[in-house]
């Protein structure tokens, strides 16, 4: 069965100071991977997709970056944080593109 | 056209009563639509999906329909629980790019005793 994990489950930080966010996959080779965001009370805000090692598609701009440096990781960062980047950011995976999104347990982040 | 709406925002139901919950896409090309359940706290998660090559489908007591010509769908919970009681949010996967997957704002469903 497949797993995902995320890494930190929860993160205070300052504002300006920087961030990594991690998500691992296991049980699934060359898996479609997700970052989204949510706000607190608010709707899934779709941020990046990886179909590959490698390759990140932005979907939309938030000051924030993501690479997929091994086929079952998948790593959100930013070299300065912003205070609208406070929320619940989570990773997705799905099997194939016919598949919804499967979400993983997400990391609470407060930014002060 | 990537907006997904959702309506409503706040619903509140009898126990035993049944749910509905509406939302409508812009994409005409979109041909998947799942729907996730959220309580307060955790991830969402799929509860029931439907393709465009569908116009119902039923899971136990969720039932989702599918009307392609006005670009709606639906999910009714029959029978509502007090473990029913949750953020739902519908959502569409775009047909210019499968891997985008839009959501709506979500519905927070109350059952009550």
């Known amino acids: 069965a497949q797993t995902i994990h995320q890494w930190p489950v929860a993160e205070i930080k300052a504002v300006g100071s920087p961030l990594s966010l991690g998500c691992t996959i296991k049980g699934k080779s060359s898996p479609n991977l997700y970052w989204y965001w949510q706000a607190t009370g608010g709707t899934l805000q779709q941020l990046f997709y990886s179909i590959t090692v490698g390759q990140v598609e932005s979907v939309v701009q938030l000051n924030l970056s993501a690479s997929r440096p091994k086929d079952d990781q998948f790593i959100l960062s930013t070299e300065k944080l912003l205070l609208s980047h406070s929320g619940f950011y989570l990773c997705?995976?799905?099997?194939?593109?016919?598949?919804?999104?499967?979400f993983g347990e997400g990391t609470r982040l407060s930014v002060l | 056209g990537e907006q997904v709406e959702q309506l409503p925002s706040i619903l509140r139901v009898q126990e035993g009563s049944s749910a509905s919950i509406n939302c409508s896409y812009e994409?005409?090309?979109?041909?998947?639509f799942p729907w996730y359940k959220q309580e307060p706290g955790e991830n969402p998660k799929l509860i029931i999906d439907i393709r465009s090559n569908m116009e119902r489908k039923q899971i136990q007591e969720l039932i989702v329909l599918l009307d392609k010509k006005a670009k709606r769908f639906s999910l009714h919970i029959t029978d509502t629980q007090p473990g029913d009681s949750a953020m739902y949010f519908c959502a569409a996967r775009r047909g210019t790019n499968a891997y985008k997957v839009i959501f709506g704002k979500g519905t927070h469903l109350h059952v009550l005793p």
């Open positions: 997705a995976w799905s099997r194939d593109i016919n598949q919804a999104p499967l």
């Open positions: 994409d005409s090309a979109s041909n998947y």
